[in-house]
């Protein structure tokens, strides 16, 4: 299938991260110091331990943290003691979401010098990890929902390792098709050639000949994705008896086990 042209804006980003929390903290604060540095404000919706790195890395951007939360262009809401306070019979209610986070985020909005506003939050991820799957697709449905007013850009996240069994179309199809682009975790190597001359050499194929196979088969109602993402969920899809087998190698590899 091919891509859709032209590819989205990448206002509605998530990540992966599965255990790597120091490529997550550093993406979400590049993503949020991205704005904080041309006048947007912006909310972060975390739990306490990752809040802690976020600023950490914030800090080492030169943001400053502190004082911009003093001048109400930063706000932190904790992610576990928010999201049963939006909660309705488990799922999340639109009233409560806009009344708490929607409040939050345009109180920080009007602080910001360029009208815009940048979103980071957890609680999809949390509501996933309790396998209230039907929640999370819910309150993904909400940020969405926010994405509609100008200047919004939102970040999720889900602990959801890419060499995991559940990064699959399958497993995965509601967050995949809720968000315009996935946001790589780093690895420290070029997990893009690992995967291609790994998985390439299991199959028998050049690398060159299975980018182009995951090229074609890239879905256009998915998010757009690093070619190592593609190439696994590619394998998972198209080489179900040997894809197990294949990103065991690649984490083998990549000494990742």
Known sequence: MKLVEPPQPPTHVVQFYGKHVLSLVRNVAYFLSDGLEYGSAALAITTNSHKTGILSELGQLGIPAADLERNGLLAFLNADETLPKILIDNHPDSDRFDALVGATARQVLS???DGSVRIY???AGLLWAQANFSGAMRLEQLGN???KEPGYKIFCSYAVDIFGEQFRHDSLTGPLC???HVTPTEYGIDLDAAVFNTAADALNVEPSALRNAVQ???RPEVADMSAAEAAILWLREQQPERAEAIVENIRRDLALT
Do not use: D, K
Request: aromatic share 6%; charged share 20%; glycine share 6%.
């Open 178 to 180: 809720a968000h315009t």
């Open 145 to 147: 929902q926010l994405l």
């Open 121 to 123: 939050g957890e609680m």
């Open 216 to 218: 074609r088969y890239r």
């Open 111 to 113: 602080a910001s010098a």
